[in-house]
């Protein structure tokens, strides 16, 4: 007896659903996504309860390393680069074009004023590097304005606020930090009357 050849259709199954789907997740996923700038230390924040966020915008990030060194950054790059321009001009010190570039390239800044020329020259792979082995220093300086009871640490919040005065403080301390460095950078900031700023940590349960 003959065998029956049973004829096999093709099944077309039309994907454009399902590339409009994943299009638009990806579109969603990258306007709402925010990028973490690389930090030039490690740092691992305390455990609190609290449940308050840090904004998003409109910051001034302070980051403490457990060596005690300070670096910050800004959201915006616009109010790094006026921030940059006026605390050069109280220093006198002339930047070029490209080490202005690179200032605005890196992810965050704290290199003492003296040092700020030789170190935007670096190349830009040496730079992170480079960058650890610095920190804004809180000794008193001698400003060209005549802020003679400053520190560069004062000048740059100084700076930052007057880029953009809606911009809220964010301190970021590791956790062995120790006491006396933070007690120092909350007591700079008491001397410029900045009383109110968040202290960034790891939330954590109460029961924990």
Do not use: C
């Not at 306007?31 to 691992?44: A, D, I, M, R, Y």
């Not at 959201?75 to 921030?83: C, N, V, W």
Request: charged share 25%.
């Amino acid at each position: 007896m003959a065998k029956i050849k049973i004829k096999k259709a093709d099944v077309w199954i039309d994907m454009t659903p399902m590339s409009d789907v994943m299009v638009l997740l990806l579109t969603f996923f990258m306007l709402t996504s925010t990028f973490v700038k690389q930090e030039p230390v490690k740092v691992n924040t305390p455990g609190s309860v609290s449940e308050i966020k840090v904004p998003e915008t409109n910051v001034l990030n302070i980051l403490v390393g457990n060596d005690g060194k300070i670096f910050m950054s800004m959201d915006k790059t616009t109010d790094t680069q006026t921030a940059l321009s006026s605390i050069t001009d109280q220093f006198g010190i002339s930047l070029t074009a490209a080490q202005q570039k690179a200032f605005l390239d890196d992810p965050m800044w704290g290199v003492p004023m003296q040092k700020l020329q030789a170190y935007l020259s670096l190349d830009k792979n040496t730079r992170p590097a480079e960058l650890k082995n610095f920190g804004i220093p809180t000794d008193s300086v001698q400003g060209k304005t005549g802020d003679a009871a400053m520190s560069e640490f004062q000048l740059w919040v100084k700076a930052a606020h007057e880029a953009n005065p809606d911009a809220k403080i964010a301190i970021k301390a590791d956790e062995r930090t120790p006491y006396k460095t933070v007690k120092k950078i909350m007591s700079e900031l008491q001397d410029m009357n900045e009383n109110r700023y968040y202290l960034i940590t790891q939330y954590k349960k109460a029961e924990d």
